[in-house]
């Protein structure tokens, strides 16, 4: 429990971050309960992804957990680069370049692969950065769309179309 008493120490000072507090520490308690599980990435051989929705590199026998970063829609990524140089490579013998690979993506294939590519990927609980499995499930667009209105989304979307859409005068 160094975890929790780290939490404890960090944000209890900061009004503002008790919510976060509280998400930490029901995110390890949902962590606790499910045992996290690592699988090769397919087709990157030095990439292990868990059920969680973390990545680490073993390049060089050492296992480093590999930083998310956010797109401009809210979705965390990976950046995956791979043995042969398959993607390309940068101009002045600057390296590989890399495959993006979003968080989601990366952890439902992995672990619940599925044939079917007119699927998306849904998150249960509407949050972008939970991408523990149990928490993703393959659905329709159609699905998908409606599970968004259901939990409130996308209540404000009719005004922000149409203020985008209006012309100046």
Partial sequence: FIYL????????CLT?????????????KIMEKLKEKWE???????????NTGRVISTLRNRTRELKPQQDAI???????YSEDKRFGSYSGNRGPKPKLFK?????????????????????VDGNKHNN???NLEWCTAQQNIQ??????????THEKIAEQNRKPI
């Avoid at 503002?16 to 390890?28: A, F, P, Q, S, V």
């Avoid at 090769?40 to 868990?50: A, K, N, T």
């Fill in 16 to 28: 503002e971050n008790i919510i976060l507090h509280y998400y930490k520490l029901k995110e390890y």
């Fill in 40 to 50: 090769q990435v397919e087709g990157f051989e030095r990439y292990l992804v868990s």
């Fill in 147 to 156: 599970h968004s209105w259901d939990l409130g989304l996308r209540k404000d």
């Fill in 103 to 123: 968080a989601h993506k990366l952890t439902l294939q992995t672990f619940s692969p599925t044939l079917d590519t007119k699927l998306q990927i849904n998150h």
């Fill in 74 to 80: 809210g979705y965390l990524h990976y950046r995956l």
């Fill in 132 to 134: 523990i499995i149990t």
């Fill in 5 to 12: 008493d780290l939490c404890i120490y960090r944000y209890s």
